[in-house]
């Protein structure tokens, strides 16, 4: 990139008269005004990456974070000693500023240079977004602030924007100098009708916290038991700031729902989204009419972290009722709360004991009492909407999880040969086949009737306290919900494949229909399976594809109701994934499952070791319409989208550990990278592995810029030192990346074909989308400043 005028007061080179000139104009009279204010709130402006809407239109090219484990960095912050404090400071994690150098600390004239001159941020058009071309007007300049008061035995910050910033220049080692420039960006760029709640300077805030009366700013850890002169920790987020940080999302917010609609299709009562169900009408009803229903759900799995299943971590997310179930189903809808503990034991022995069973329990559900007991303290939760406070009652509608978590949170025995397996009710294991049976059902009540006399186990039920019976407006039995992957496509239709193939080889048709198989020509949106069918290497997403070709694969094999089976299934399935049902529509729905049942039980009962008495057979006959007219359709609850979190929250951040207090090194993690959609992963870590890593990177320039630049191809080459992003109220985010740019060498651009390089003082604010992709850098040794891109 040449460039052609340097500003005679300091290092920076402009490419344009124009922008030079107003850079200028400011460098001269550049002074610290470090008391003028803050906007309404930093983290509204300016956030972090962990809190980018992954599905924002304008940031498509952005597939997922990765999460990068950091050896010594943290990222949650709570106040040991104030557990009410609710300042999540995320803000912290815009990361990674140290890189830029010292001198040019006017933070603010990089980003607005960017934004407004001729110097703006890079994209494939003109400029970021014609709409953010008066950007001083949005933000216009604020009130001057005034000194902090000496105070003693200080026990918190004064408010959360200063303890955000305080973070922030804690966690990225910032020294004064950047700390004061981004004081001075928010102050110059903020429109406040009170003071500033920023600190007059860095040096302020440091003095500040000294004489604050806490040890540590650390993410939030809680020790749930000590067993075997082990400590073991609950590491968490706190639930109210995960929910807030839902809340904050404006494409969330602007399509949330509050209030029970009484929905009606052709007259009939309709069932669709959670607000028209029978448990929010119930829920809204127990609650002032001034208050609004929080309805939480969550989302519980322990999931192995390597290929061999030694390891494991147990992960539980929060999401909202509130948010509808087409946006709900996206990634930045769901919020990780931490990662329960998982008891070990010293030996075999241990293990299988009935004590050490029952210690994993209560461990659990003690877990879970200290992160959702604060939802449920005082008159309801005020949660900021709009700038308006607005008034909840948290309730917990679903707990999405598999038929063995389930039994977890209801603490059912987890059998299927115990005598009542079911978790929704009271019936016999010999009678989990008599789809017309009458059944009790379970719930608070009647369970804790057999608890406090010392009976559980005649109901199947675990002699331990169980923590949500005592939460309003919970059944815990119905409302850990049936999960469409979990017990559909990896649990009734793979037992129904099973049972095909033992039938098959009865009748010596295997070898056919595994011919059969690998004979279906290709399709795009169709898994091949050229050996036939291997059960053992299926995922869900494969099984869903035996379901499409299984009705023509075992037709006309003289197999009595065989391809009736399929057929009936796929019915019945298609049915399953409605987004709406009509009473009428719920009664043609049971006909279906019934109908399919009747020739499951008639076609494989006698191949069944067990007589088909399976747990999940019975509770989808006799519970899954009950449990549609209670919390919503099927769609709003199957763990489809929750399992692809376990890839971020799980797997690659245990790839990157050391393997040693894997739960610690994860929530100390900061998302300081994105992935491009070509699959490279952009950083700007100051300490990744222990060395310093950021990324650099080819920029695909504007065709009107190309003429001033020098380039290879259209392609100019930075490096990049921060990832953020741009919030203004009622407009789409900005995400842009600051970067310091290379230019070619002109003497010799090109040298053994490889572009020749050098860094310049020139930064820029660039849009993610623009970023072509990541480059390889080397220096060339024993020279100064020269690199090859390879």
Not at 580 to 605: H, P, T
Request: hydrophobic share 35%; with cysteine.
């Amino acid at each position: 990139m040449s460039t052609s005028f340097q500003c005679p007061h300091c290092p920076r080179n402009f490419s344009t008269q124009n922008a030079y000139s107003q850079h200028v104009n400011r460098c001269i009279n550049t002074v610290y005004l470090s008391t003028e204010e803050s906007s309404e709130n930093i983290s509204d402006i300016v956030s972090s990456v962990n809190e980018m809407s992954l599905d924002d239109k304008d940031f498509s090219r952005i597939n997922e974070f990765q999460i990068i484990r950091e050896e010594n960095s943290q990222v949650f912050y709570q106040y040991e000693s104030d557990q009410d404090y609710a300042g999540d400071i995320s803000f912290g994690e815009i990361s990674h500023s140290s890189n830029i150098p010292e001198e040019y600390e006017n933070f603010d004239e990089i980003l607005l240079a960017s934004l407004q001159s001729n110097e703006e941020p890079i994209s494939h058009s003109s400029n970021i977004l014609e709409e953010y071309e008066n950007f001083d007007e949005i933000l216009p300049a604020s009130l001057q602030s005034n000194e902090e008061p000496e105070v003693e035995n200080i026990k918190k910050f004064p408010n959360e924007a200063y303890a955000d910033l305080m973070a922030l220049v804690i966690e990225n080692n910032l020294n004064n100098k950047a700390g004061n420039a981004i004081i001075k960006f928010f102050n110059k760029h903020s429109d406040l009708s009170q003071l500033s709640p920023l600190p007059k300077n860095i040096e302020t805030g440091r003095k500040f916290m000294d004489k604050m009366n806490i040890s540590q700013l650390s993410y939030s850890k809680y020790c749930v038991l000590t067993h075997n002169s082990q400590d073991y920790f609950f590491h968490y987020r706190p639930i109210k700031n995960c929910i807030k940080n839902l809340l904050s999302n404006f494409d969330i917010l602007k399509n949330l729902i509050f209030r029970y609609e009484n929905s009606k299709i052709e007259d009939e009562k309709s069932y669709g989204e959670q607000n028209s169900g029978n448990w929010w009408k119930r829920a809204e009803r127990s609650i002032s009419n001034h208050a609004n229903i929080l309805s939480i759900i969550l989302y519980s799995d322990a999931t192995t972290t390597d290929t061999l299943g030694k390891s494991s971590l147990h992960p539980i997310y929060v999401s909202l009722g509130n948010i509808p179930t087409w946006r709900r189903n996206k990634e930045d809808a769901k919020q990780l709360l931490g990662y329960l503990p998982i008891l070990s034991a010293k030996n075999e022995k241990e293990k299988k004991s009935s004590e050490f069973k029952e210690l994993a329990r209560e461990t659990f559900h003690n877990s879970i009492k200290f992160l959702l007991d604060s939802l449920f303290q005082g008159d309801g939760v005020d949660f900021n909407i709009y700038d308006k406070d607005i008034w909840f009652f948290s309730r917990i509608s679903t707990i999405i999880c598999d038929w063995l978590e389930a039994c977890t949170f209801s603490l059912t025995y987890k059998s299927a040969n115990s005598n009542y397996p079911c978790h929704f009710c009271l019936v016999q294991r010999e009678d989990l086949i008599d789809i017309r049976k009458e059944v009790i059902l379970r719930n608070h009540v009647n369970m804790k009737e057999y608890f406090d006399s010392n009976t559980s186990n005649l109901a199947g039920l675990e002699q331990v306290n169980n923590y949500f019976w005592s939460i309003p407006n919970l059944n815990i039995y119905a409302a850990t919900v049936p999960d469409r992957m979990h017990h559909l496509d990896l649990g009734l239709f793979k037992y129904q494949i099973e049972f095909t193939i033992e039938l098959l080889k009865k009748k010596k048709s295997l070898n056919k229909v595994n011919k059969r198989i690998a004979d279906i020509p290709r399709h795009s949106q169709l898994k091949v399976f050229k050996k036939g069918i291997q059960l053992s290497r299926l995922t869900a997403s494969e099984y869903r594809d035996m379901m499409k070709i299984m009705v023509f694969v075992v037709d006309d094999l003289q197999i009595e109701n065989l391809s009736e089976v399929y057929v009936k299934w796929n019915e019945m399935y298609l049915l399953n994934r409605s987004e709406k049902f009509k009473e009428s529509d719920l009664e043609n729905f049971q006909k279906a499952i019934n109908d399919w049942g009747d020739l499951f039980i008639k076609l494989f009962q006698k191949i069944s070791n067990s007589h088909l008495k399976f747990p999940k057979l019975h509770s989808w006959i006799y519970h899954i319409v009950d449990t549609i007219r209670e919390y919503r359709t099927i769609n709003g609850y199957t763990t489809e989208t929750y399992e692809s979190l376990h890839k971020t929250y799980v797997k690659i951040p245990y790839r990157l550990s050391n393997k040693k207090e894997v739960e610690k090194q994860i929530m100390e993690n900061i998302y300081s990278s994105v992935t491009l959609k070509n699959g490279a992963i952009l950083r700007t870590k100051n300490d990744f592995h222990h060395r310093p890593w950021f990324s650099n990177i080819a920029v695909n320039m504007n065709e009107e810029k190309l003429s001033e630049y020098l380039s290879d191809k259209g392609i100019c080459y930075a490096q990049t030192l921060l990832i953020t992003e741009i919030r203004l109220p009622n407009k789409s985010p900005m995400h842009l990346a600051l970067v310091q740019w290379y230019d070619f060498i002109e003497e010799t651009p090109f040298v053994y074909g490889c572009p020749l390089l050098r860094l310049v003082e020139v930064y820029n604010f660039i849009e993610i989308e623009a970023i072509e992709d990541t480059i390889h850098v080397v220096p060339r040794f024993d020279k100064n400043n020269e690199y090859f891109v390879i």
